[in-house]
């Protein structure tokens, strides 16, 4: 009999999902929680993906010609005060400055001191403050348009927390771009979600859905939310990033107006969009396995680690000047236009070092001991074909085609998603049978349910209300591939002419 598999993260995702996700990200080395409540300690291997996920997107965006700007992290009440709407949909979230120093108490202890003349808001999103400066900045239809993007941290006091998911703090990036044309401005935002979910699906190789998000679950303030939605593995949606026409709604209460060329004062046409380090979760929960994190090698801080194996009784020397050799030959080799990054890990504390790398999701584990040494040869493991995935390859061919290598793991990472995500979605069209799709069938296990459902809407906001409140399932969005097609409403019985996704959702 062989050895039993045992998996390196407990509980398994089979076992208790939520606690699986908050073991992988310790044992992976990602993040831990901070001294600060609902906040996030993003460590340096978790960082590296969030580096290369702002390095990609940077690229993508200047491509478009937006240009990187950064505003402040401060926003007077007054400014959120203006549109209404937007400070509605803010305001339990907001973290108020009303004091700008501190001194000594009665009791010695710190206290504020130095009221604000104006409390100032942490910023929660920054379409006010950056409105503010676009009335200084914008006077003529010459002016325009103004596509500015930030990379910058966001506070929102979340009442419960998860790392990456959801944190009191976190990271994003955030575009605001003005035009001239209400036209210009949503061609703008649908262009910037395509670029979302090419990001989504080609570097970290989640498969999303792209549409329209219903009028109660879009931006506070805009006049349409664009969105793409994944799947976890637990079936639930994950919004993985969204892009808003905000049509002139903030341009109004931000006074951006320009002259067109008949010499007339317009008011311009705006748009948001944005993605945050919500995205390291979606990677964890869509590529991760009872072993720890799978990532992306287009996405992955490094595309190989190289483990030498050293004994007593071989020469360290000649490994390690093996393995150098072979770091510098697959150091020339590029993939996807960089070059391969290799580690090595030269830490004597015998076969765990592989699966410290394994629970981190570096694509390729590289074992070099004496046997691969005098066949000039390596031994491979793939971290997308766990637990038997290890063979012994020829040093030269395995250098020559570690692109190829690299491109057949970030496809096979794809590829599982897509079909996990294909499997788990289907149509309903009758109440009862969508009622019971939704009902966990385990109550011991709540978290695993359910799916992406297909079902007619008839449009009406107490049927999406009815439905959130019987099941905690909302419209995620109104796919933009949407075909003409009548129906019958999935709670109503009302007439519909197309089908929306309806998921439970982070």
């Known amino acids: 009999m062989g050895k039993k598999y045992k998996p390196a993260i407990s509980p398994t995702r089979e076992e208790d999902y939520s606690k699986w996700y908050q073991e992988v990200i ?11 409540r609902g906040c996030m300690v993003i460590k340096p291997w978790g960082y590296s993906i969030w580096e290369n996920i702002m390095d990609i997107l940077n690229k993508m965006f200047k491509s478009t010609g937006v240009k990187n700007a950064y505003f402040p992290l401060f926003i007077p009440l007054s400014f959120m005060e203006k549109e209404a709407e937007h400070v509605e949909g803010f ?12 001194e000594k108490g009665k009791n010695n202890n710190l206290v504020p001191a130095g009221p604000l003349t104006e409390p100032l808001i942490i910023r929660p999103t920054s379409e006010t403050i950056i409105g503010e400066s676009f009335s200084k900045w914008i006077k003529s239809y010459r002016d325009l348009p103004v596509l500015i993007n930030q990379w ?24 605001h771009t003005a035009h001239e044309t209400k036209e210009e401005a949503k061609e703008r935002a649908r262009m910037m979600l395509d670029i979302y979910k090419k990001f989504a699906e080609e570097y970290l190789a989640i498969p999303v859905s792209s549409g329209v998000k219903s009028i109660s679950e879009k931006f506070p303030g805009a006049v349409d939310t664009l969105c793409i939605e994944a799947m976890m593995q637990d079936k639930k949606a994950l919004q993985a990033g969204t892009s808003h026409f905000l049509g002139q709604n903030f341009a109004k209460s931000s006074n951006i107006r320009f002259t067109t060329k008949k010499e007339v004062e317009e008011l311009a046409w705006t748009t948001s969009w944005g993605v945050s380090t919500r995205l390291i979760g979606g990677l964890i929960m869509t590529h991760g ?29 000649k490994i390690m000047s093996y393995t150098n050799k072979l770091a510098g030959k697959l150091r020339e080799k590029l993939y996807n236009n960089n070059p391969v990054i290799v580690e090595i890990d030269k830490r004597d504390i015998g076969g765990t070092k592989g699966w410290d790398w394994i629970k981190k ?17 390596v031994f491979v493991g793939r971290r997308d074909m766990l637990p038997n995935e290890k063979k012994s390859v020829n040093r030269d061919e395995f250098i020559a085609k570690i692109s190829q290598i690299l491109d057949e793991i ?11 995500k294909n499997e788990n979605t289907i149509s309903i069209n009758k109440t009862n049978m969508f009622y019971d799709f939704f009902t966990p069938k385990n109550h011991e296990k709540p978290e695993i349910h359910g799916g992406f459902v297909l079902s007619h809407w008839c449009g009406s906001e107490n049927c999406e209300k009815k439905i959130k409140k019987d099941l905690s399932v909302t419209i995620r969005c109104i796919p933009f591939e949407n075909k003409y097609e009548k129906g019958n409403c999935i709670c109503c019985n009302a007439e519909s002419t197309q089908r929306v996704i309806f998921a439970k959702s982070y």
Request: hydrophobic residues 40%; proline residues 5%.
């Open 26 to 36: 310790k044992a992976s080395d990602l993040a831990e929680h901070s001294s600060v």
């Open 91 to 102: 305001a339990k979230e907001c973290a108020v400055v009303t004091h700008h120093k501190l």
């Open 152 to 175: 910058a941290n966001v506070v929102r006091w979340e009442m419960r927390t998860r790392i990456f998911l959801r944190t009191s703090e976190f990271l994003w990036q955030e575009g």
């Open 289 to 317: 396995d009872d072993n720890g994190i799978i990532l992306p090698p287009k996405i992955a801080p490094a595309h190989v680690v190289l483990l030498p194996i050293i004994r007593k009784s071989i020469d360290a020397e």
């Open 361 to 377: 999701g570096i694509p390729l584990r590289v074992e070099i001991g004496q046997r691969d040494m005098d066949q000039n040869s």
């Open 410 to 420: 970030q496809n096979s990472i794809f590829s599982k998603a897509n079909d996990f």
